[in-house]
């Protein structure tokens, strides 16, 4: 479904001079109405026989949407419209906002310039970011969570040759293959025996007991390559490894291709990406972070994304004391880091070897109430937390999401508790209930055989889908993060990343509380993560709200194709317009695309599409 009548256009035309440019752009106006008109109502004829009449009644709009298509297409820049080009060789690995190089000539130091700094690299070309010359499609969860294709990620010699600390082994199996386990069971004996060591230290007599405790959601900061979180998830936690920007040996992009939660980020400047109250328990070894350091505002930071009575976890070895520059007193952690620590409420709870537990205070009046000379409270709660400058205050006291994490109810939340968040539950439940049947819907669209004359209509049978490995799964709008709780319900092996849009109503906080995860994130920007490291993007209404914010359409399209794998899905829903317009697009980004009518009389569309395993 390449757009070979673009090309035809071009050959019949040749190089356009100026003069002829209405005329061609009239013809060509036409043709494409013909080719848009022919090509949806095809599908819309062979879904159902009796063509509905809605067709007739949206023609027009079609029409009209057409015309301004094929303008903006016009407008991109080429001067005519054809397939768009592969990036060069040094664009495989490539992760925009984040180039290191750009951002010390910039000015950026101290760790800053592996930050995000969009604004430093506007360079927004649209070629497609191609795959490295030995990449393959991942294996299949759960075997590709312990092998993966060396090819298919970025390390150094070195990083292959050391066996590394705990979180950060791995073997080399054959020529081709990274396996994270050994066949004496070493790497992984030594992730349980940790994980149970933090289990003990908070109190509970085996590691299985981490929900009775509580403890769902874990951030694990500088994950190493995910080996703990992939621990964790086979106890039913929700890990999520969070990593700056790497070049080589990226944390992050090790963790995803082995199908583990990841996201780039790190709190240098500013705020992470997510409200106060998120986590139940922020995970560091060896994570690289000087936690005494500036006044101690990283701890700030992990205590305002830390629920009440949540955990913080540091491992690090006493005689490096993660670069702290004072001598270190043996046997304890310095000083002025435990005094901080008492100035935040944190509750010391246990140490061994060289893990340190902290637990966060569930009384929201220790801050006052404390002799100490504790740090003082916001005055201000963090409405839409976004890369917001860091604080040096508490935050979250006078939130009604102050809930102890052990005193949580089990599981889902009930009416009360989304009232408390400003959710009316009807909404709620109602969100619920359309994902049951949606979710079985999308999921028997998997099929290549979607783009073959045979259409098929959400909920039809066979071929039995999905047709290939879907593990890693981004929601770009995920609203109540209903797509994600309908996979837990049908026991998918995958994951959800759920965004919700900066600008869209910001209901971060009930996904977070469901024990999902989730990230706010401005969609008018590049999504902090690797090339390839989804495989299936879902996108409901998202299209509306960046036409509604005046974001470029192009842009996004070309951010999903950058963060999907080879053979990756792609499933968009909105309004027929902007379904035909990202239809037109798709075709331009070599994507095997359909529209499928959902034949219940709305405007709405289904816009499915795959990503094909272009080599070159
Ligand atoms: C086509 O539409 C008609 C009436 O709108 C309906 O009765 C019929 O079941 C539909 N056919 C299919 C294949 O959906
Ligand atoms: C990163 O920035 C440098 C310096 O501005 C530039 O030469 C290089 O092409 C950029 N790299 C990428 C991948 O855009
Ligand atoms: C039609 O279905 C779509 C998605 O399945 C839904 O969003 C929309 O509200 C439905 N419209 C009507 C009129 O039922």
């Given at each position: 479904m390449r757009s070979s009548w673009f090309n035809k256009l071009h050959l019949f035309f040749g190089?356009?001079?100026?003069?002829n440019w209405l005329l061609l752009c009239l013809v060509s106006v036409l043709v494409v109405i013909v080719l848009l008109g022919s090509s949806s109502s095809s599908v819309y004829d062979s879904l159902n026989a009796?063509?509905?009449p809605a067709i007739y009644t949206n023609y027009r709009r079609l029409k009209e949407q057409a015309v301004s298509d094929y303008l903006e297409l016009r407008n991109l820049g080429a001067n005519h419209v054809k397939d768009f080009d592969l990036c060069g060789?040094?664009?495989?690995?490539y992760v925009p906002c984040y180039n290191v190089s750009a951002n010390l000539l910039a000015g950026?130091?101290?760790?800053?310039?592996?930050?995000?700094?969009?604004e430093v690299s506007q360079?927004?070309?649209?070629?497609l970011v191609r795959p490295p010359k030995d990449y393959k499609i991942p294996l299949t969860w759960p075997i590709g969570r312990d092998v993966i294709w060396s090819g298919n990620v970025k390390l150094s010699k070195d990083q292959f040759l050391s066996s590394g600390s705990m979180t950060k082994r791995l073997m080399l199996l054959e020529e081709n293959q990274i396996s994270f386990h050994s066949d004496d069971g070493m790497i992984i004996d030594d992730v349980k025996d940790y994980s149970h060591q933090i289990a003990e230290m908070i109190g509970?007599?085996?590691?299985?007991e981490f929900l009775k405790a509580g403890v769902r959601t874990v951030l694990d900061i500088?994950?190493?390559?995910g080996s703990f979180g992939a621990h964790l998830l086979s106890l039913k936690l929700m890990p999520v490894c969070m990593a700056s920007y790497e070049s080589t040996g990226s944390q992050v992009q090790v963790a995803l291709e082995r199908g583990l939660p990841a996201i780039i980020g790190n709190f240098i400047s500013r705020q992470l990406p997510f409200p106060s109250l998120s986590y139940d328990m922020v995970h560091c070894a060896?994570?690289?972070?000087?936690?005494?350091?500036?006044?101690g505002i990283f701890l700030i930071e992990v205590d305002r994304v830390l629920k009440p009575g949540g955990y913080f976890v540091l491992t690090s070895p006493r005689s490096r004391?993660?670069?702290?520059?004072t001598g270190s007193k043996q046997g304890s952690m310095s000083t002025p880091f435990e005094e901080f620590t008492q100035k935040i409420c944190w509750n010391f709870l246990a140490q061994q070897e060289d893990t340190f537990i902290w637990q966060k205070t569930a009384d929201a009046h220790c801050y006052i109430?404390?002799?100490?000379n504790t740090m003082p409270l916001c005055q201000?709660?963090?409405v839409q937390s976004y890369y917001q400058p860091h604080v040096h205050c508490i935050s979250g006291?006078?939130?009604?999401?102050?809930?102890?994490i052990q005193d949580r109810s089990s599981g889902s939340l009930g009416s009360a508790e989304l009232e408390d968040r400003g959710v009316d539950p009807e909404d709620f439940f109602e969100d619920m209930e359309f994902w049951r049947s949606g979710l079985r819907n999308y999921w028997s669209l998997l099929?290549?055989?979607?783009?073959?004359?045979?259409p098929k209509r959400p909920g039809?049978?066979?071929?039995?889908?999905?047709?290939n490995m879907i593990r890693n799964v981004m929601?770009?709008?995920?609203?109540?993060?209903g797509l994600s709780a309908a996979f837990v319900e049908a026991s998918k092996s995958v994951w959800v990343m759920n965004v919700v849009p900066l600008?869209?109503?910001?209901t971060l906080p009930v996904i977070l509380d469901r024990g999902f995860l989730g990230v706010l994130h401005d969609w008018c920007k590049p999504f902090p993560t690797y090339p390839r490291t989804y495989d299936m993007l879902h996108a409901k209404g998202l299209l509306s709200h960046l036409a509604s914010e005046g974001c470029s359409m192009i842009n996004l399209l070309f951010e999903m194709d950058r963060i999907l794998r080879p053979e990756g899905w792609i499933i968009i829903s909105d309004k027929v317009g902007l379904i035909e317009k990202a239809r037109a697009l798709a075709t331009q980004l070599r994507w095997e695309a359909r529209v499928i009518d959902l034949?219940?009389?709305?405007d709405q569309r289904l816009l499915l599409c795959q990503k094909p395993f272009v080599r070159k």
């Open positions: 190089p356009r001079p100026p003069l009796s063509v509905s060789k040094e664009r495989e690995n950026f130091k101290d760790g800053e310039e592996f930050d995000r700094h969009c360079d927004r070309q649209h070629c509970l007599g085996s590691d299985t500088g994950c190493g390559f060896l994570c690289g972070i000087i936690w005494d350091d500036k006044d004391k993660e670069g702290s520059s109430s404390s002799k100490q201000k709660e963090d006291t006078t939130s009604k999401r102050w809930i102890p099929s290549p055989l979607i783009f073959s004359d045979h039809d049978e066979d071929p039995l889908p999905p047709y929601d770009l709008n995920a609203h109540y993060g600008g869209a109503r910001n034949q219940n009389g709305s």
